[in-house]
């Protein structure tokens, strides 16, 4: 069997009595785009921080390329890039700076590349802290690209960014995929998913209650599901509460 | 430049900052600490180096004791910075996702915090400077290697306490124990609440050798100059075990910081999760006051929290100063409250400082309301200091001394949150305005 680039095994997290995450199971091929949607509080950013390492697992493992990321956080880190949803950057450098700085961590990476690709050839050499939050996103973005790795995640990272920056951003997206790459990209804006996403993982109450090609969905076909898979797993959600409340 | 790619960063973004702030950027770094040291200079020699008017002789356990204070005051600040930069710093979260080395990551933090707390030795050394102007210059050179020393100690000490409180957080084996302990707090979070009580124990001990050798090495005893070595040696045991420390733990810091934060927002009621330290104050005021009073203590407590739980540590501080005769006692005491009180009041502008423009323009908080709410909150957040100070000086002196200690330090938080409004977010205003202040409020206390 082929090295799967992201695997969540019975994954679950538990914070108190609040059950954020449960017992996920996902395999993610090399080459996938995948988009994951779900609703505010579904668990998406407690999936992608278990899978980037900001947070382990209270069940279950997570891999990234083979490698087990709450045992092994600096190989997993070698394949992983990221954007999280509130971007962090170095203010008091320059983007060109920074992103030197993050080729140099990472052991390489094409610097002015990323700056052309990001759209910030023309303030390259202006601080960070004078940008917008639209270029540091975009800055973040460039520094998660640079030294391609095999795996990046996006936390609503195209929030904030402007039409053209955002079509030029997907580009850069799907030419990781096609080179071999795997991007999970986050959101709860449906259309973007269906936009660039191969595959959708829908997540609802910390479930995955949908896995589909989104191919097969057809236009509008992913809302639908959506509002469907989300209206099924609350009443699922309150059928629970009740048993528990009536016991 | 250095090939370390942090020490590297570190040192662009300091130039960056520096040649976009300008002069205001060097009077913030080195001309407002320097001024402020100097500035105490007149009021640390009749309150705490009142043995200078005594013979040489009699000198030594009065210098012993005043340069362990001064040691402890350099430890118990650099715990508390180092632990911001190692777990809570804003830098982990650019780093976070990076394929770093972490012991590279550490040393950086460590030259980071070295850097903005350049001052902590030779502002001691300022303040302690009547010991070289009375003739003991050997003395006084030998309390300053001491309290370099304790620098070193309390920086490298710090990082590892810290870094061993990552590992101790997620240690099925100390669970029990933190469980004990944590209060209302997430279990990991115990581990760090206690980590600079650790650090202020283990390198106190070492720095108070190294506090008793001040008067041995002046006097030419060799035992003098080993006892100073003291918090050097603990200081390169720590920095050796560092890198090792770090590559176990920096890492899993992300972690437990993040499950730390995740669990206080999802604790089972729905109401804890937006209580912060002392908000119950707000059900005694009036509505308009309150809106404003909340919002400070939230902002406060979940942006600085360390510096509003540095009050409890200098709270520990004033009731050792008030924990002596009941003829220094109550001095010592008062004014370490009024300078303290002073310190910690900066939170004020720090909060103007905060709010966008955004919000400054649409939901200003202006207007009496507002200012009673931050001078509350302010006061609140000084008053352990001037209780704990009020009480060793009832316990030692009388209760009359010791409530006037806690009158004192009420005097000082109003007239600081008053000098912290009016000073509308600018440090650069409010910290030579609050030296002069502070000094002249404790010079009086001290005469008094």
């Known amino acids: ?247 | 430049m250095s090939d370390d790619p942090h020490i590297a960063a570190l040192w662009r973004q300091r130039t960056n900052r520096a040649r976009a702030e300008g002069i205001a950027g060097l009077a913030r770094t080195v001309l407002i600490p320097l001024v402020a040291a100097l500035a105490v200079v007149p009021l640390v020699r009749p309150v705490f180096l009142g043995f200078l008017d005594l013979p040489r002789a009699l000198w030594g356990e009065s210098v012993q004791a005043m340069v362990l204070r001064a040691a402890l005051v350099v430890i118990g600040w650099l715990a508390l910075d180092v632990y911001s930069a190692l777990l809570r710093g804003p830098h982990r979260a650019v780093l976070a996702h990076l394929p770093v080395d972490p012991a590279q990551v550490v040393r950086a933090d460590l030259l980071r915090v070295a850097a903005a707390r350049w001052w902590l030795v030779p502002g001691a050394a300022l303040a302690l400077s009547p010991i070289a102007l009375h003739g003991a210059v050997a003395m006084w050179a030998w309390a300053l290697v001491a309290l370099a020393g304790a620098f070193a100690l309390g920086l490298t000490a710090s990082a590892a306490v810290h870094l061993g409180a990552v590992r101790i957080a997620e240690d099925p084996g100390w669970a029990g124990i933190l469980d004990m302990v944590r209060g209302s707090n997430p279990r990991q979070q115990a581990a760090f609440i206690y980590a600079p009580g650790v650090v202020m124990i283990g390198a106190g001990l070492l720095v108070s050798r190294a506090a008793e050798g001040v008067a041995h090495a002046a006097a030419g005893e060799t035992v003098g100059g080993l006892q100073l070595l003291l918090p050097w040696i603990g200081a390169v045991i720590c920095a050796v075990g560092l890198p090792r420390l770090a590559r176990a733990a920096w890492f899993r810091g992300a972690a437990v910081v993040s499950e730390i934060d995740a669990r206080y927002a999802t604790l089972a009621d729905p109401l804890e999760e937006r209580r912060v330290y002392l908000d119950w104050v707000v059900r005694f005021l009036p509505a308009t006051v309150a809106r404003h009073a909340l919002n400070d203590l939230r902002h406060g407590w979940r942006t600085r929290r360390t510096a509003i739980t540095g009050a409890w540590m200098a709270s520990l501080v004033a009731f050792g100063a008030g924990w002596a005769p009941a003829a220094v006692g109550p001095t010592r005491a008062g004014v370490f409250v009024v300078l303290a009180t002073f310190a910690v009041a900066v939170q004020g502008p720090l909060l103007d400082r905060d709010v966008t423009p955004f919000l400054r323009h649409w939901l200003p908080a202006a207007g009496l309301d507002a200012a009673a709410a931050r001078l509350l909150v302010s006061m609140l957040w000084c008053a352990p200091m001037a209780v704990l100070g009020a009480l060793s000086v009832a316990l030692r002196a009388s209760l009359v001394q010791g409530l006037w200690i806690l009158g004192v330090g009420a005097a000082a938080a109003a007239v600081a949150a008053t000098l912290g409004w009016l000073s509308r977010g600018s440090i650069a205003v409010y910290g030579p305005a609050a030296t002069v202040v502070a000094v002249a409020f404790a010079a009086i206390v001290g005469a008094s």
């Open chain 1, 1 to 247: 069997m082929s090295e799967q680039a992201i695997v969540f095994e019975s994954v679950r997290k538990v914070f108190g009595r609040v059950v954020a995450v449960d017992r996920v199971d996902l395999q993610i091929a090399p080459g996938s785009f995948v988009g994951l949607i779900g609703h505010n509080g579904a668990g998406k950013s407690t999936l992608l921080k278990m899978l980037t390492g900001l947070l382990r697992p209270t069940e279950g493992v997570v891999r990234v390329g083979g490698v087990d990321v709450a045992a092994e956080p600096l190989e997993a880190r070698r394949r992983l890039g990221a954007v999280p949803e509130e971007p962090a950057v170095y203010e008091w450098l320059t983007a060109r700076e920074f992103l030197e700085f993050v080729a140099e961590v990472r052991g390489g990476g094409d610097v002015q590349g990323a700056l052309e690709l990001c759209a910030l050839g023309d303030d390259a050499d202006r601080l960070i802290r004078e940008y917008s939050q639209g270029m540091r996103r975009r800055t973040a973005l460039g520094a998660a690209l640079l030294g391609r790795p095999d795996v990046l995640v996006l936390d609503e990272a195209l929030n904030g960014l402007d039409p053209p920056s955002a079509a030029r951003v997907k580009e850069a997206l799907r030419a990781q995929v096609d080179a071999g790459g795997t991007v999970v990209l986050s959101t709860h804006v449906v259309d973007t998913v269906q936009a660039v996403a191969d595959r959708v993982v829908m997540l609802a109450h910390g479930r995955v209650v949908a896995d589909e090609h989104a191919a097969d969905l057809g236009p509008g076909g992913l809302e639908r599901l959506f509002l469907e898979r989300l209206q099924e797993s609350q009443l699922a959600e309150e059928a629970s509460a009740g048993v528990s409340s009536s016991n």
